[in-house]
Structure formats: C-alpha cells, structure tokens
C-alpha cells in the first residue's frame, strides 16, 4: 500500500507529529478504525500522512476521499489542519515559510499555486517577519534547527540566529532531544506549581533546575520556550480580579503582571497580604542563596557599585529590623 501512495507537496507543510502522538494515533485507530478519511487526489496523499502511516502500522485499511482537481489544495490543508491542531506561532510560522516557498510549476496532478510571504503570513495569522525569522531557518539551518522549531522546542526567532553558525556547531547545540526539553519543561513548571510561588522565586527554582541538568545557554531559552507554548496565557489583572469576584471567597487569581488579585474586601486585609507576597519571595530569594557571601562579592560588576551600595543601606536595616521584630514576637511566645 505504501508503494502505491504517493505525497503531494501539500501534504507536507505541517509539521511531523511526535513520537509520542503519533503512537497514540496508531493505538486509536487499531482499536476504533479510522475516524477521518484521507484526502487524496489521484494517487497522492493531500491531507492525512500521519493517518495514512497509522494505518499501516495498525494493520487497519485506510479510508480515501478524492479532492477535486480544480479545489484550493492550500486552503483546504490549512483549514483541515489548524482545525485539529494547536501549533505555537513558531510552527505557523515555518508552515507560512514553505507554503511561500511550494514549487510554482505542475507535478502529475494539479498545479501548485504559492503565495507571497505577506499572504501566507495573514494564513497562518504570523507577522511577515516571522515567516522571514522561519525561511532562514529553513534556508541555511541543520535540519535538527528545523525539526526543533517544528517541535516547539525552540523559537524561531532563536532558531534564525543558530543559523547563522556552522552546521556542526548548531547540532552541538541541540544536543538535547525535543523530548527531553518538553520533561524539563515539565519538571520546572511542576516545582512551580508546588511550591506556590511567582516571581523571584519561580526564576530560583527555573535555576536550580537548569543547575542539576546542566543546561547550556541555548537550552535554557529552549525550555522556557518549551513552558511558555504549554502554558495558557494568564489572564490580565482586571479579568484576574473579575474570576476572584465569581469564584469562591478569599479566591486569589495569578494575573499577566505576576500579582495575586482577589475579590474586593478590606483594603488594609488585601494591602497586607499583598506585602506578604512580597516579603515572601525576596526572603526565599536571599535565604537559598548557593553561594557565600564572599563569592557574591567578587561577582559584582563594578559598574554596578551604586546600585548594589543603594540596595545595601535599604535591605540591610530593613533585615535586622524584621529579624529583631521576629525575635521578639518568638521569645513572647
């Protein structure tokens, strides 16, 4: 069956599914049949490779559907595929790239009509830059740069400046696979979430964790990619207050300028929860420091002497204040 079909240019504009969602796919239709057909004209796989694969590999036989010759091959995939997928900006991006970039002549069944960088950018719903961040990258990376944009392990507006550099060097890179990003990623966000916090001591944890795995430079930006396209957008501070006000009382909500907001109650209540949050993360902060006092002064630029002096005469005092506070509160009790 695999000799007999064929894949036309179209067909491959998104990008390839996971190992781990293709397997699923696979699993799915072993047990249910094929749920969609598989759009084909002629001989040639339009719509639904990884279908057509799954088949194979389940011993299932797949189901076709003719596309007419005279149909809009490029709307069609497009609108079949943002329909069942969701892809980060920089996986638009790299499809708006090749659809620019379709060969303008005829294979053996239909004409190939491309379209300008600025139209396939409005397709996809990318700026125009973005398509020329991801035609680099197409144009002069490694395929492994490609395939990590198309995996959402990096962005590509990241992934144009690697390819600028020698192929040997952007796979050194790239050492890490896609999958092993996404479980950092994962085992960051999770830390996170446990311990409650935003903030200063969310980047302590991101750096601890980039600690333990030895992260490099360009992996490090890879997993915050990795977190930032497999976590919703949070909600803006005046939607964050409206979701406190219909959900249960003392409800706090995490907004987009990294703030709890709650339900409007007693300002003074509010004003001293708020100054809690706030004394929390820089006391977490400075109290899990890895490092002693003298290897933190011999890291300090010397042209930031007058910040770090200013910063110094406030935090100092402050700190010996809130202790002797805290020591006295506890010898009472």
């Keep these: 069956m695999m000799n007999e079909m064929g894949f036309h240019p179209v067909s491959a504009l998104f990008p390839e599914l996971p190992k781990n969602e293709f397997e699923a796919l696979v699993a799915d239709i072993a047990q249910n049949g094929l749920r969609e057909p598989i759009h084909v004209m002629g001989k040639a796989i339009i719509d639904g490779r990884h279908r057509y694969r799954a088949c194979l590999a389940a011993g299932v036989e797949p189901q076709f559907i003719q596309v007419a010759e005279n149909a809009d091959l490029n709307a069609l995939v497009i609108s079949l595929?943002?329909?069942r997928r969701h892809l980060s900006e920089s996986q638009r991006a790299m499809v708006a790239a090749r659809l620019a970039n379709l060969p303008k002549g005829t294979n053996q069944h239909t004409q190939i009509c491309a379209p300008?960088?600025?139209?396939?950018?409005?397709?996809?719903?990318?700026?125009?830059?973005?398509?020329?961040?991801?035609?680099?990258?197409?144009?002069?990376?490694?395929p492994e740069l490609a395939s990590a944009v198309d995996s959402c392990v990096i962005a590509v507006s990241t992934a144009a400046?690697?390819?600028?550099?020698?192929?040997?060097?952007?796979?050194?890179?790239?050492?890490?696979?896609?999958?092993?990003?996404?479980?950092?990623a994962r085992e960051v966000r999770d830390r996170i979430h446990d311990a409650g916090v935003v903030g200063p001591s969310a980047v302590h944890i991101f750096d601890k964790v980039?600690?333990?795995?030895?992260?490099?430079?360009?992996?490090?930006?890879?997993?915050?990619?990795?977190?930032?396209?497999?976590?919703?957008?949070?909600?803006?501070?005046?939607?964050?207050?409206?979701?406190?006000?219909?959900?249960?009382?003392?409800?706090?909500?995490?907004?987009?300028?990294?703030?709890?907001?709650?339900?409007?109650?007693?300002?003074?209540?509010?004003?001293?929860?708020?100054?809690?949050?706030?004394?929390?993360?820089?006391?977490?902060?400075?109290?899990?420091?890895?490092?002693?006092?003298?290897?933190?002064?011999?890291?300090?630029?010397?042209?930031?002497k007058q910040n770090v002096t200013a910063w110094l005469a406030h935090a100092v005092p402050f700190l010996n204040q809130l202790n002797q506070l805290w020591s006295q509160s506890h010898a009472q009790s």
């Design 81 to 83: 595929n943002l329909r």
């Design 161 to 184: 400046d690697l390819a600028q550099l020698p192929a040997d060097t952007q796979r050194e890179v790239l050492s890490r696979t896609p999958d092993e990003i996404r479980s950092i």
């Design 116 to 142: 300008t960088q600025e139209v396939a950018a409005d397709l996809m719903n990318v700026s125009r830059r973005t398509v020329q961040h991801a035609r680099t990258v197409i144009d002069h990376g490694s």
């Design 210 to 304: 980039a600690q333990e795995q030895k992260l490099t430079g360009i992996e490090q930006c890879a997993v915050v990619y990795a977190i930032k396209a497999d976590t919703p957008d949070l909600p803006t501070p005046s939607e964050a207050r409206r979701i406190a006000i219909a959900g249960d009382p003392g409800l706090m909500v995490l907004a987009s300028d990294g703030r709890y907001h709650m339900a409007p109650g007693d300002p003074e209540e509010n004003a001293r929860f708020e100054r809690w949050l706030i004394l929390r993360d820089g006391l977490e902060h400075l109290g899990t420091m890895p490092f002693p006092p003298a290897e933190a002064f011999i890291s300090i630029p010397a042209y930031q």
